[in-house]
Nanobody, 114 residues
Framework: EVQLVQSGGGMVQPGGSLKLSCAAS????????MSWVRQAPGKGPEWVST????????SYADSVKGRFTINRDNAKNTLYLQMNALKPEDTALYYC???????RGQGTQVTVSS
């Protein structure tokens, strides 16, 4: 059974940091590109970042570039998203997923508020 189990997230003040994790099982994680996607209340999904299967190539949405870092540990079958300098507009439900969306985590809430 394919599983993507997310952890991390929570509430933080503007300017703070959070780290999301996504533990994969049931498929060959190291063969897949992986992405983070977020959805704010009342809005559609927004792509955040993608990392290549080996972790040597990354891409980011302009809205998070320079503040967020995606990485992965294929030995641990885990994907990460380090989020720094968080802004209220980063508040959303964050999902790890394959770029196609075929495999998707359960989502984790990130709230940035003073």
């Amino acid at each position: 059974e394919v599983q993507l189990v997310q952890s991390g997230g929570g509430m933080v003040q503007p300017g703070g940091s959070l780290k999301l994790s996504c533990a994969a099982s049931g498929f060959t994680f190291s063969s897949f590109y992986m992405s983070w996607v977020r959805q704010a209340p009342g809005k559609g999904p927004e792509w955040v970042s993608t990392i290549s299967s080996r972790g040597d190539t990354t891409s980011y949405a302009d809205s998070v570039k320079g503040r967020f870092t995606i990485n992965r540990d294929n030995a641990k079958n885990t994907l990460y998203l380090q989020m720094n300098a968080l802004k209220p507009e980063d508040t959303a439900l964050y999902y790890c997923q394959t770029p196609s969306g075929n495999y998707r985590g359960q989502g984790t809430q990130v709230t940035v508020s003073s």
